[in-house]
Each structure stands twice: as C-alpha cells, then as structure tokens.
Nanobody, 120 residues
Framework: QVQLEESGGGLVQAGGSLRLSCAVSRRVFGVTAMGWYRQAPGSQRELVATVTTDGTTTYADSVKGRFTASRDNAKDTALLQMNDLKPEDTAAYYC??????????????WGQGTQVTVSS
C-alpha cells in the first residue's frame, strides 16, 4: 500500500545540477534508511547514496563530492542533490526505503523511478 514517488529528474547538460525528491505516501514504521539507486541502460542497478536515521551517509565512489543525500526523518522524505552531472550519471533513479518489521525482518520499498539524462 505504501508508495514512493520520485520527482525531479530531467534532461541537463554536463556540469548542471538536479535535485531528486522522494515522497512517501504513508508513514512507514521501522524505517532504518532511505536512499537512491540507479540503473543505466544495459547495466545492473547500483547504489548511489543512502542515509540512515542517525544521519550516516554512504555514497558510491563515482558520485562522492558531487551528490549529497539527505532526509527528513519526520516526513520520511529523501532528497538527492546532484551537482556537476556527467553523461555517465544518465540512468533511471529509484528511491528506496529500508525498514525493519518484527516478523518480516528487514525489507525494502521501491519507487517507480525518475529518469535523469545528462548530455555532453
């Protein structure tokens, strides 16, 4: 029932910036982290950035220094500020919520994705 809605994707030139947002339709209990993954054509989905409830961030080496992930714990909203975009950043970006249920254990909720295209 819970849905994640990404927005902010688009077409930009190399060196430009975009900010992605992820809104959660309903409160998710037991959230441990929110983050972003991406999948380029013909490639596997890969981690871009995550931020845990205590503020710890993780970034893919390819985006360190350029992307900044943040979250609003009260609203369960995730943001991804992307600066100095490169053509290799072109991909569908997916929001992810990781949560823990007493019976299910750890599980993930995924958004539908938002396209980011960077031209050279």
């Amino acid at each position: 029932q819970v849905q994640l809605e990404e927005s902010g994707g688009g077409l930009v030139q190399a060196g430009g910036s975009l900010r992605l947002s992820c809104a959660v339709s309903r409160r998710v209990f037991g959230v441990t982290a929110m983050g972003w993954y991406r999948q380029a054509p013909g490639s596997q989905r890969e981690l871009v950035a995550t931020v845990t409830t205590d503020g710890t961030t993780t970034y893919a080496d390819s985006v360190k220094g350029r992307f900044t992930a943040s979250r609003d714990n009260a609203k369960d909203t995730a943001l991804l500020q992307m600066n100095d975009l490169k053509p290799e950043d072109t991909a569908a970006y997916y929001c992810n919520v990781r949560a823990r249920n007493p019976f299910r254990g750890q599980y993930d909720i995924w958004g539908q994705g938002t396209q980011v295209t960077v031209s050279s």
